[in-house]
């Protein structure tokens, strides 16, 4: 089983820790269901399923972990350490940032079907990447799926699948909004949202800026 765990420490040493635990596919083992999760609040207009599901298993995801940060402003300073079996990353950041790195890892391994397209990253989970690392290892992981799969190298579904991610990270702020008092988690979603709409525009010249490394 993998596990990740998110420890936020705040000023006068108040501490909040969270464990995410996987199965072997790396999906997302914890679940709790309130009111905001139900699929057809604030439902994604692209979600494939069927409202049997009865509740959008991003949310369900999300739910076990958001509370703590119900009274937390967005810019409130924290130390977030992120631990694995392979690693200790630290740094020190605004809350909603380092929310965001963790929201990113429940979604890609929620189930959402939307989202699933990130569920080799999140298996290589790489906390406070910089923009330039996470294209470079979303492009590496989408053509090695491409290679593994038998499918022609191309990367036209790169694109398509952040395009994707960007509209579920909108509606699911609108699902956040209605149901905490406070900005972190929403802010933190927004964040994921502009780097969703931003990669499809920058991948070629991303590209052309690494050419030269690979170049002999």
């Known amino acids: 089983m993998t596990a990740f765990t998110y420890a936020f420490v705040f000023g006068g040493g108040r501490e909040l820790k969270l464990e995410l635990t996987f199965d072997a596919d790396m999906r997302l083992a914890q679940r709790a269901e309130a009111e905001w999760t139900r699929l057809d609040f604030h439902r994604c207009s692209h979600c494939p399923l069927p409202s049997e599901v009865g509740h959008c298993p991003f949310a369900t995801g999300l739910a076990p972990f958001m509370a703590g940060f119900d009274g937390m402003d967005s810019f409130e300073r924290a130390q977030v350490m992120v631990r694995s079996a392979q690693r200790v990353v630290v740094g020190e950041r605004a809350v909603q940032h380092g929310l965001a790195s ?14 699933d397209f990130f569920r080799p990253m999140a298996r290589f989970h790489l906390p406070f990447s910089s923009e330039q690392e996470t294209l470079v290892r979303a492009i590496s992981m989408h053509l090695l799926d491409d290679w593994i799969n038998g499918r022609p190298l191309a990367l036209d579904d790169l694109a398509a699948g952040y395009h994707a991610a960007a509209l579920v990270n909108r509606t699911m702020a609108d699902r956040i909004r209605a149901a905490f008092r406070r900005d972190a988690v929403v802010n933190a979603l927004v964040s994921l949202d502009a780097y969703a ?12 800026e690494l050419a030269p490394l690979f170049r002999r």
């Open 102 to 115: 963790l929201i990113g890892l429940i979604g890609a391994t929620s189930g959402c079907p939307r989202l």
């Open 197 to 208: 709409q931003a990669v499809p525009l920058v991948i070629e010249d991303e590209l052309e």
